[in-house]
């Protein structure tokens, strides 16, 4: 069974930086994606970012471009997220997504209902 576990996050005033860390384990194969996804109250989950676990080009929502980057370390099979410029329309819940390539496809790698494994979730507050 797969299992991630996320951490950082936190509160930070706006212009701040943060970064978040999402560990995977039980992963049985090396083709699979983790992804990042923000969820607010009453709304559905929608993705923020996302990456293939051998490389290739990652997925960022426009509202995050330029300001937050996603990276790997596969030795380690966690996630990065490191998010600069934040402002207090980024504060949300956020969830760490894993599953392999039989569920995410390229196309679909935004999209939260195609994964099965989810974090416990991460709280980012940013106060203007």
């Known amino acids: 069974q797969v299992q991630l576990v996320e951490s950082g996050g936190g509160s930070v005033q706006a212009g701040g930086s943060l970064r978040l860390s999402c560990a995977a384990y039980?992963?049985?194969?090396?083709?699979?994606?983790m992804g990042w996804f923000r969820q607010a109250p009453g709304k559905e989950r929608e993705g923020v970012a996302s990456?293939?676990?051998?490389?290739?080009?990652?997925y960022y929502a426009d509202s995050v471009k330029g300001r937050f980057s996603i990276s790997q370390d596969n030795s380690k099979n966690t996630l990065y997220r490191q998010m600069k410029s934040l402002q207090p329309e980024d504060t949300d819940e956020y969830y760490c997504?894993?599953?392999?390539?039989?569920?995410?496809?390229?196309?679909?790698?935004?999209?939260?209902?195609?994964?099965?494994?989810w974090g416990q979730g991460t709280q980012v507050t940013v106060s203007s």
């Open positions: 997504g894993a599953d392999y390539v039989e569920r995410v496809k390229r196309a679909s790698r935004r999209e939260a209902r195609k994964y099965r494994y």
């Open positions: 039980g992963i049985t194969s090396t083709m699979y994606y």
């Open positions: 990456l293939y676990h051998d490389g290739g080009t990652p």
